[in-house]
Protein backbone atom coordinates (compact mmCIF):
# COMPACT_ATOMS: atom_id res chain seq x y z
CA UNK A 1 0.00 0.00 0.00
CA UNK A 2 2.77 2.51 0.61
CA UNK A 3 4.34 1.59 -2.28
CA UNK A 4 1.36 2.54 -4.74
CA UNK A 5 0.84 5.36 -2.14
CA UNK A 6 4.10 6.40 -3.00
CA UNK A 7 3.91 6.13 -6.73
CA UNK A 8 0.86 8.62 -6.75
CA UNK A 9 2.64 11.47 -4.87
CA UNK A 10 5.49 10.84 -7.41
CA UNK A 11 3.38 10.91 -10.47
CA UNK A 12 1.60 14.50 -8.54
CA UNK A 13 4.92 16.11 -8.30
CA UNK A 14 6.06 14.80 -11.89
CA UNK A 15 2.77 15.46 -14.12
CA UNK A 16 3.48 16.36 -17.70
CA UNK A 17 6.74 19.04 -16.37
CA UNK A 18 9.44 16.20 -17.87
CA UNK A 19 9.12 18.01 -21.55
CA UNK A 20 8.92 20.94 -23.53
CA UNK A 21 5.37 19.45 -25.41
CA UNK A 22 3.69 18.51 -22.00
CA UNK A 23 3.88 21.72 -20.38
CA UNK A 24 2.60 23.33 -23.95
CA UNK A 25 -0.08 20.67 -23.76
CA UNK A 26 -0.84 21.65 -20.24
CA UNK A 27 -0.95 25.45 -21.38
CA UNK A 28 -3.21 24.48 -24.21
CA UNK A 29 -5.68 22.87 -21.87
CA UNK A 30 -5.64 25.73 -19.33
CA UNK A 31 -6.27 28.11 -21.98
CA UNK A 32 -9.52 25.41 -23.42
CA UNK A 33 -10.92 25.21 -20.16
CA UNK A 34 -10.84 28.93 -19.32
CA UNK A 35 -12.24 29.57 -22.83
CA UNK A 36 -14.92 27.05 -22.23
CA UNK A 37 -16.14 28.61 -19.07
CA UNK A 38 -15.73 32.20 -20.44
CA UNK A 39 -18.38 31.09 -23.04
CA UNK A 40 -20.17 29.08 -20.61
CA UNK A 41 -20.91 32.02 -18.49
CA UNK A 42 -21.96 34.49 -21.27
CA UNK A 43 -24.74 32.20 -22.35
CA UNK A 44 -25.79 31.19 -18.91
CA UNK A 45 -25.94 35.77 -18.56
CA UNK A 46 -27.58 35.33 -22.10
CA UNK A 47 -30.25 32.72 -20.47
CA UNK A 48 -31.13 34.68 -17.29
CA UNK A 49 -31.67 38.15 -19.22
CA UNK A 50 -33.69 35.60 -21.40
CA UNK A 51 -35.99 34.53 -18.94
CA UNK A 52 -35.93 37.11 -16.72
CA UNK A 53 -34.03 35.69 -13.80
CA UNK A 54 -31.98 38.12 -11.37
CA UNK A 55 -28.20 38.67 -11.69
CA UNK A 56 -25.83 36.17 -9.97
CA UNK A 57 -24.56 32.44 -10.12
CA UNK A 58 -25.82 29.78 -7.99
CA UNK A 59 -23.03 29.47 -6.10
CA UNK A 60 -23.75 26.32 -4.37
CA UNK A 61 -24.18 24.54 -7.46
CA UNK A 62 -21.04 26.15 -8.98
CA UNK A 63 -19.10 24.71 -5.94
CA UNK A 64 -20.31 21.54 -5.97
CA UNK A 65 -19.55 21.15 -9.09
CA UNK A 66 -16.01 22.26 -8.75
CA UNK A 67 -16.03 20.44 -5.54
CA UNK A 68 -16.76 17.40 -7.65
CA UNK A 69 -14.46 17.97 -10.49
CA UNK A 70 -11.35 18.40 -8.24
CA UNK A 71 -12.22 15.46 -5.84
CA UNK A 72 -12.85 12.40 -8.88
CA UNK A 73 -10.44 14.45 -11.17
CA UNK A 74 -7.48 14.20 -9.25
CA UNK A 75 -8.25 11.19 -8.08
CA UNK A 76 -8.48 9.52 -11.53
CA UNK A 77 -5.79 11.67 -12.50
CA UNK A 78 -3.54 10.19 -10.30
CA UNK A 79 -4.74 6.70 -10.19
CA UNK A 80 -3.62 5.88 -13.73
CA UNK A 81 -1.87 2.36 -12.98
CA UNK A 82 -5.15 0.94 -11.78
CA UNK A 83 -7.42 2.18 -15.01
CA UNK A 84 -7.06 -1.32 -16.51
CA UNK A 85 -8.62 -2.47 -13.41
CA UNK A 86 -12.28 -3.25 -13.04
CA UNK A 87 -12.35 -2.78 -9.51
CA UNK A 88 -10.62 0.53 -9.92
CA UNK A 89 -13.60 1.97 -11.34
CA UNK A 90 -16.50 0.01 -9.13
CA UNK A 91 -15.12 1.91 -6.03
CA UNK A 92 -14.99 5.18 -8.25
CA UNK A 93 -18.96 4.37 -9.55
CA UNK A 94 -20.14 3.55 -5.87
CA UNK A 95 -18.23 6.45 -4.38
CA UNK A 96 -19.46 9.00 -7.14
CA UNK A 97 -23.34 7.41 -6.77
CA UNK A 98 -22.55 8.22 -2.71
CA UNK A 99 -21.37 11.41 -3.71
CA UNK A 100 -24.06 12.68 -6.23
CA UNK A 101 -26.81 11.36 -3.49
CA UNK A 102 -25.63 12.91 -0.78
CA UNK A 103 -24.72 15.93 -2.53
CA UNK A 104 -27.71 16.80 -4.16
CA UNK A 105 -30.06 15.76 -0.76
CA UNK A 106 -27.52 18.60 0.87
CA UNK A 107 -27.70 21.08 -1.21
CA UNK A 108 -31.16 21.29 -1.96
CA UNK A 109 -31.85 21.37 1.42
CA UNK A 110 -29.41 23.96 2.39
CA UNK A 111 -30.77 27.74 1.26
CA UNK A 112 -27.42 29.16 1.94
CA UNK A 113 -24.03 27.07 1.39
CA UNK A 114 -21.03 29.39 1.28
CA UNK A 115 -17.80 28.69 -0.50
CA UNK A 116 -16.30 27.94 3.03
CA UNK A 117 -18.53 24.89 3.50
CA UNK A 118 -16.95 23.29 0.55
CA UNK A 119 -13.34 23.92 1.16
CA UNK A 120 -13.89 22.31 4.36
CA UNK A 121 -15.60 19.22 2.54
CA UNK A 122 -13.63 18.88 -0.61
CA UNK A 123 -10.48 17.66 1.27
CA UNK A 124 -12.05 15.30 3.42
CA UNK A 125 -14.02 13.72 0.55
CA UNK A 126 -10.64 14.00 -1.41
CA UNK A 127 -9.06 11.72 1.21
CA UNK A 128 -11.48 9.77 2.12
CA UNK A 129 -12.02 8.48 -1.50
CA UNK A 130 -8.01 7.65 -1.77
CA UNK A 131 -8.41 5.88 1.55
CA UNK A 132 -11.08 4.01 -0.46
CA UNK A 133 -9.08 3.46 -3.29
CA UNK A 134 -6.04 2.17 -1.26
CA UNK A 135 -8.21 -0.41 0.76
CA UNK A 136 -9.66 -1.90 -2.25
CA UNK A 137 -7.04 -2.06 -4.58
CA UNK A 138 -4.19 -2.56 -2.17
CA UNK A 139 -6.03 -6.09 -1.48
CA UNK A 140 -5.04 -7.84 -4.93
Known amino acids: MQR ?15 TKWGRV ?10 VSLVVFLILY ?7 KQPPGLPLKWLGFGIMTVFVFGNAIRYSK ?17 IHFGLGF ?21 YFA ?10 KE
Open 105 to 125: FVVLRLTNVSLIHFAIATPIE
Open 4 to 18: AREHVIRRMTDANRR
Open 81 to 97: PFWRWPKFWGVLALFSI
Open 25 to 34: GDFLHYIAIS
Open 45 to 51: GIHQADT
Open 129 to 138: LTTCLGRFLN
